[in-house]
């Protein structure tokens, strides 16, 4: 198995850092490769904020209510952008371009090309000995965080990444079976997707109980259950139309 593959497979969130900052040149390095990824028509519709102001990352930890969103080696916010693109267009080539622009497709562009940023740059920081966790938790109050940011129309804060050296080493967190989500050719709707499903709960229960901290019983399914019976962060539509994004 090559470097690369090492890297990816031993993915695990990390919550805990070290106050080492990183340099000037990890920073460069990790958004040089975060450009490398793959961009919808070479638009790259997104912008990465990154946050040193100590004063600021505070109010962030206050929305994300995660301490490591203050304590890091260096914070990253990954927003959808198309505010870029309106700013290259006359008024009069705006007026034509703004159905394009605030269109579902467009929005949709602009999440996956952030995502894919955000996924090299995550490759990337741990193929150089660093820790990462995503950060949704930001999407709490995503209206205080876009003022906090000072985010102009057509930019939308999409998800955090608290990016350091590692203070700990937690246990790798399995995965659903191959078989839930890989699909050949048609969607499968029988019952081996809920087989795949009962394996992962007894796996998962499993970690949760065995691993060196927080220990628990949990399963998957319940979790998904309780997630999705409580609605969170539903002013993220609002917002999202707000600044003129999937309007149309």
């Excluded at 490759?123 to 709490?140: D, F, H, K, P, V």
Aim: charged fraction near 25%.
């Amino acid at each position: 198995m090559n470097h690369t593959l090492e890297t990816i497979l031993n993915h695990r969130s990390i919550r805990k850092f070290t106050e080492d900052k990183l340099t000037n040149e990890q920073i460069h390095t990790l958004i040089k490769a975060a450009q490398q990824a793959s961009t919808s028509s070479n638009v790259m519709a997104y912008t990465i904020i990154g946050v040193t102001d100590p004063i600021l990352k505070n109010e962030l930890r206050k929305v994300s209510g995660q301490t490591y969103v203050e304590h890091n080696g260096h914070l990253f916010v990954f927003c959808g952008d198309l505010h870029r693109i309106s700013q290259l267009a006359k008024p009069e080539e705006l007026v034509e371009m703004e159905e394009t622009i605030e269109s579902t497709e467009q929005f949709i562009v602009t999440t996956i090309d952030a995502a894919l940023s955000a996924q090299n740059l995550a490759i990337a920081a741990e193929s150089m000995g660093l820790g990462i966790c995503y950060l949704g938790s930001l999407r709490n109050d995503i209206y205080r965080v876009s003022e906090l940011l000072g985010l102009p129309e057509y930019v939308i804060p999409l998800f955090g990444m608290a990016v350091g050296t590692p203070a700990h080493k937690p246990e790798l967190k399995p995965r659903l079976p191959f078989e839930a989500v890989y699909h050949e050719n048609k969607y499968k709707t029988d019952e081996s997707q809920q087989t795949s499903i009962s394996f992962y709960d007894a796996q998962l229960q499993e970690y949760y109980q065995t691993r060196s901290s927080n220990t628990k019983t949990d399963k998957w399914s319940g979790q998904m259950i309780r997630k999705y019976r409580n609605p969170i962060r539903m002013d993220v539509s609002s917002f999202v139309k707000e600044q003129k994004l999937n309007k149309r």
